[in-house]
């Protein structure tokens, strides 16, 4: 499969609390970019951390990139029922062809 | 700014049809790449327009082809549809040129729904 592979593949938590999710890829990359879809809907691009970064802050997100180990991390904190979605790493080498994981769907409960 | 418009945004289709879907992407920008996401393979990359020229492409079947026209707006064709076939099409513009701050990151479309029976 061209895909990575992303964990936990649904996360369950309270609103206030922190979501970590993991996403791991097979080939060295330009950058790592995470994404978030409501529903079925449209990607939202959230955060990209490109290849000589080790981590990057957003906001409400923060992100951490282990080339040695072809793995990121995405977390959330402090969050809230809005955050309800399905999240997706995109890893990117040459050109502009995005590899996603499978996704991780996180519901946060109010 | 507008976003990447896709239409239609649903479809309905039978066996051995043929489907165009059609992707607008925010102004300026020159590359549209198109993915295709079902709940069994996930989102995977179909091919990338830019400048009127394939750039990159997936690995997907001769019956998934597309274009770009000079208004950078791509249309993707699918023929002989398969059942299988059924998924959610995002397109997906970017600048797609060296430098720039945000040259790299891809802004996706809603999305174009195919049912096909």
């Known amino acids: 499969s061209q895909q990575g592979e992303e964990d936990p593949q649904a996360l369950s938590i309270q609103e206030g609390e922190n979501a970590t999710m993991n996403c791991s890829y097979k080939?060295?990359?330009?950058?790592l970019q995470w994404y978030r879809q409501n529903s079925g809907r449209g990607l939202v691009h959230l955060i990209l951390?490109?290849?000589?970064?080790r981590e990057k802050h957003s906001g409400r997100l923060r992100v951490t990139l282990d080339t040695s180990k072809k793995s990121s991390s995405l977390l959330i904190t402090a969050s809230r029922a809005a955050d309800t979605a399905s999240y997706f790493c995109?890893?990117?080498?040459?050109?502009?062809?995005?590899?996603f994981g499978g996704g991780t769907r996180v519901l946060v409960k109010p | 700014k507008a976003g990447v418009t896709q239409t239609p945004r649903y479809l309905i289709k039978t066996r051995g049809q043929q489907v165009t879907l059609s992707c607008s992407p925010i102004?300026?920008?020159?590359?549209v790449s198109w993915y295709q996401q079902t709940p069994g393979q996930g989102l995977q990359f179909l091919f990338e327009?830019?400048?009127?020229?394939?750039?990159n492409k997936g690995n997907f079947p001769g019956r998934f082809s597309g274009r770009q026209f000079s208004n950078s707006r791509s249309e993707m064709n699918v023929s002989t549809l398969e059942l299988g076939d059924s998924a959610l099409y995002l397109c997906?513009?970017?600048?797609?040129?060296?430098?720039?701050?945000?040259?790299?990151?891809?802004?996706f479309g809603p999305g174009t729904r195919l049912l096909v029976l």
């Open positions: 995109a890893s990117k080498a040459a050109g502009n062809k995005l590899t």
């Open positions: 080939t060295s990359i330009n950058n």
């Open positions: 951390i490109r290849s000589n970064e």
């Open positions: 102004s300026g920008h020159r590359s």
């Open positions: 327009y830019f400048s009127e020229t394939q750039r």
């Open positions: 997906a513009s970017s600048l797609g040129l060296a430098g720039g701050k945000d040259v790299e990151t891809q802004y």
